[in-house]
């Protein structure tokens, strides 16, 4: 899924301005001036189309998600995770970590 602005598509297919879109497990609203993606992984993440987003996981998923998000423990000791399993000291740091190329 892409979002930029008003323009969002999934696998490079527009999906229309306030029109819901559902394939395969995932799905597309528009809350709002929000726009929602979830995925029937139990994952959600919403964005204002400025500088907000939020990212909810069903209760389920309690202790088994790691990465930008944390580990979903309620435990601050570890939510600076790196992906090969040690805790960072600073969020830049942390950040870092999970860049991909």
């Known amino acids: 899924v892409v979002a930029e602005g008003r323009n969002v598509s999934v696998n490079g297919a527009a ?3 306030g029109r819901p ?3 395969k497990g ?3 609203t528009w809350p709002g001036d929000w726009v929602a ?3 029937s992984l139990g994952v959600r993440v919403a964005w204002d189309r400025r500088l907000a987003v939020t990212v909810t996981a069903e209760p ?3 202790g088994g998600t790691w990465g930008l998000c944390g580990t979903y423990t309620d435990d601050p000791a570890d939510d600076f995770m790196r992906p090969d399993g040690d805790i960072a000291a600073f969020a830049a740091t942390f950040g870092n ?3 991909v190329p």
């Open 15 to 17: 999906v229309p301005e």
């Open 21 to 23: 879109y559902l394939h």
């Open 26 to 28: 995932l799905g597309v």
């Open 37 to 39: 993606v979830a995925s």
């Open 60 to 62: 389920e998923l309690r």
């Open 97 to 99: 970590a999970w860049k």
